[in-house]
């Protein structure tokens, strides 16, 4: 089945330790999407990968960048983590840049700062 | 700019019982799309039904419908026949015109109760 897949699901690092989480999809669409979201709060959008065109949110913090070596992969690596940056990090993927496209979600990555 | 509201943090249902979760919004654009997803305990955002502002037919897939009131800008989901795994946190969204970033309301957590 087509989808989205985010690795690991749960990642856990040390305060001020980088740490890069992974999404692939099968779907062969245009646009990846990162999101972060927190406890009981709607998902945040951090930047989207529209082929490989970075667009990022006016407030991402630095801290938080991109990769995206081809369609199939998108990478968020976060640079020095703080306790803050404690969430779930979302992975999504649109077929394009257009508000009729559906997003398609990944099953997440549970983020834990010590 | 674009507004999604949920004004029910939370619900409850008897399981086979019919329960209605509500959401509006605010736009001036004249095409745009709004959806419902689901994010059960194990956190994968699923869509459950979208619907585009230019059909008037309410859309539906199986026991779940929508109720769009255009005029109101309300656009409420409802789950017929609830079942136990219908349990999960709900998120009304929103993309419209040029924007094709999603816009979601605070969610409403939905308990299903045997």
């Known amino acids: 089945d087509a989808m989205v897949i985010q690795n690991p699901r749960y990642q856990v690092t040390q305060f001020g330790k980088p740490v890069t989480l992974s999404c692939s999809q099968t779907?062969?669409?245009?646009?990846m999407y990162w999101y972060q979201q927190k406890s009981s709060q709607a998902p945040k959008l951090l930047f989207h990968y529209y082929d490989k065109d970075f667009n990022n949110e006016a407030d991402t913090p630095d801290n938080f960048q991109s990769r995206r070596p081809n369609t199939s992969f998108c990478f968020l690596d976060i640079r020095s983590p703080g306790l803050g940056d404690a969430a779930m990090y979302l992975c999504?993927?649109?077929?394009?840049?257009?508000?009729?496209?559906?997003?398609?979600f990944g099953p997440g990555t549970r983020l834990l700062v010590l | 700019a674009q507004t999604v509201t949920q004004s029910q943090p939370e619900m409850s249902v008897q399981e086979a019982e019919t329960v209605t979760l509500s959401c509006t919004y605010d736009t001036s654009e004249s095409d745009y799309y709004l959806f419902w997803y689901k994010q059960p305990p194990s956190r994968q955002m699923i869509l459950v039904i979208r619907q585009e502002a230019y059909k008037q037919q309410n859309a539906t897939e199986n026991r779940f419908s929508v109720n769009f009131q255009k005029a109101a800008k309300s656009f409420s989901l409802k789950i017929s026949d609830s079942q136990l795994g219908d349990a999960a946190m709900y998120f009304c969204a929103y993309s419209g015109g040029s924007n094709y970033k999603l816009t979601f309301g605070k969610g409403t957590l939905l308990t299903v109760n045997p």
């Open positions: 779907l062969n669409h245009n646009v």
């Open positions: 999504a993927t649109s077929r394009d840049l257009r508000s009729q496209e559906t997003q398609y």
